[in-house]
């Protein structure tokens, strides 16, 4: 099982994955192959290292951004910048800490200037998210915003139609609930945005409670177009967040 673009994750075979007995040494091992990564050109256009991932390997929880940004290249670890200082926060407004869930992005080199990832960049790199999902197998798998959104739905849906709707994917051989939330760079700079994302991750204790549900029973898409939310555009360009809703 594959997570490539344009490959839908929701048409991937199931399989019966296995939760390896270690998956802190299993996702050891993996970084270890990752090694010092030249699989794209990444890795010479000015990322300082790879940003793995982060966090409790026995996750019920996980999070999938699209890319590391400045900080998070300098320090080495996922959403540690201001978005990751948000989501932080918004982790622990529902009762949990950063260690509870784990943290990871669709690519784990920084693009230069924060561009979107390339589909060559994510083809080289998504096998590495795919093992991540697998191992840790968590029952609920946030993707934030619309880059990690449409490359684990496979659906092009923006974030805007689909947030805050669960549906049931295969994603690394597992079962999980896919559960689509606004990017925390976007509700950086768009209170209104702040405000769904704070109401969207209010349902996430009960959905990492619950077993998965067939899609037919899931909530309808909300009927927003994908520009209902009015945000300053602009802004948002500056700091190049254009994947993000
Ligand atoms: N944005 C992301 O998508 N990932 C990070 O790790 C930080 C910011």
Redesign the pocket.
Known sequence: VRISTPSPAALMPVTTSVRPTDPDAALASIRTTIGDCTRCKLHTLGRKQI?FGVGNPNADLMFV?????A??DVQG?????R??QLLTKIIEAIGLQRSDVY?A??VKCRPPGNRDPRPEEIAACSPFLETQLDLIAPRVVVT??N??TKLLSGKPLGITRVHGVEQEVVLGGNRVLLFPLF???AALYMPRMLEVLEADFARLPDLIGRTPVDPATAAAPAAASDDALSFDKTAISAVGFRT?F
Request: glycine share 20%; aromatic share 8%.
């Open positions: 940003v951004g699209e890319a590391p940004g900080d998070e670890e996922p959403f540690v910048g978005a990751g943290i992005n669709v934030l915003g880059f990690a990017h925390p760079a993000l």
